[in-house]
């Protein structure tokens, strides 16, 4: 079986910034392989008579709808092997093909208490597009940083 993440990250590339500019920063190969990803998932939805969860979320991409389509993903990968296989070989190609580099640190973290976070570094030593990220949606009483550095 695929990950359970899986379902997750496929809505995140639905949405994702690269995609939403016309692959523009995606090569040829990466942009071939995500509408085939893309094809895969409405053929299967078509075919389970859950269309419209992808039309709605590509027509108006709410979180609700995001997560409906997440959901009714995750749904379809875990009820068939061979879907759940297709769609990790083509998430795995499009990693394999984007020449992006991505790096993030303390994403999404909600703590009820403190954060202290010292000495990280990210370095990006290839050439190509670089995204990093070091502090993204942290939620905590007090947060205390120091030493954090990020070159590329």
Sequence with gaps: MVEPLTAAVIVSLFF???IKEGGKTLT???VETFAQLVNTIREKFKAEGTEGLLTRAENQPTEANKTKLQDELQTQIDADEAFAQKLKELVQQLQAQDATIRQVVLSEIE??????AQDINQKATRDGSVEQEM????KAVNIDVGNLNQEA
């Design 16 to 18: 994702s910034e690269a």
């Design 28 to 30: 040829k190969g990466a």
């Design 111 to 116: 703590l009820s208490g403190d954060l202290k």
């Design 135 to 138: 502090l993204k949606g942290v």
